[in-house]
């Protein structure tokens, strides 16, 4: 394996480490949320919910959305919503905020994931694609 092809890994480890705890890092923080802004534990887990539907939903239009149009273009804007979502999160002044900025981050994993899988499936050794995108996928668990 090359440099390119393991700068590539690299990049895509770390980028789904990234979407993986993103995912997950919410809901040990849930009563601390829901202290802080005065809602109830099952209001708050709401922000578990829509992130996951948001992202169940868009995934698959972003695959095929990157197919047709390319997949610069997506990435690229999946990277900026997410750092947006985030701080948005970590800034939200209401509650209502805090949701709209997990829907956000929700579209914004939605769009980076699965793009991540195809480009590295697209840029793999023709006999290396499943080591390769499973070396990846361990980004996405280890975070997990």
Same mark, same amino acid.
Request: cysteine-free.
């Given at each position: 394996?090359?440099?390119?092809?393991?700068?590539?890994? &690299?990049?895509?480890?770390?980028?789904?480490?990234?979407?993986?705890?993103?995912?997950?890092?919410?809901?040990? /923080? /849930? #009563? !601390?949320?829901?202290?802080? %802004?005065?809602? &109830?534990?099952?209001?708050? +887990?709401?922000?578990?919910? @829509?992130?996951?539907?948001?992202?169940? $939903?868009?995934?698959?239009?972003?695959?095929?959305?990157?197919?047709?149009?390319?997949?610069?273009?997506? $990435?690229? !804007?999946?990277?900026?919503? !997410?750092?947006?979502?985030?701080?948005?999160?970590?800034?939200? #002044?209401? !509650?209502?905020?805090?949701?709209? &900025?997990?829907? /956000?981050? +929700?579209?914004? @994993?939605?769009?980076?994931? #699965?793009?991540? %899988?195809?480009?590295?499936?697209? $840029?793999?050794?023709?006999?290396?694609?499943?080591?390769?995108? &499973?070396? @990846? @996928?361990? +980004?996405?668990?280890?975070?997990?």
């Amino acid at each position: 394996m090359g440099l390119q092809g393991k700068v590539s890994l &690299s990049v895509g480890w770390i980028t789904l480490f990234l979407m993986g705890t993103d995912l997950f890092v919410v809901s040990p /923080l /849930l #009563p !601390f949320i829901s202290e802080a %802004y005065s809602v &109830s534990s099952a209001m708050t +887990g709401w922000m578990v919910t @829509v992130f996951a539907v948001t992202y169940a $939903i868009a995934a698959p239009f972003f695959g095929w959305a990157s197919d047709k149009n390319g997949r610069g273009i997506f $990435i690229t !804007f999946g990277l900026l919503l !997410f750092s947006f979502s985030n701080a948005l999160t970590a800034f939200s #002044p209401s !509650f209502t905020w805090l949701i709209i &900025s997990r829907i /956000l981050a +929700g579209l914004a @994993v939605a769009a980076i994931t #699965p793009l991540i %899988y195809a480009i590295i499936g697209d $840029i793999a050794p023709s006999n290396r694609r499943g080591t390769w995108l &499973s070396i @990846v @996928v361990s +980004g996405h668990l280890t975070a997990l």
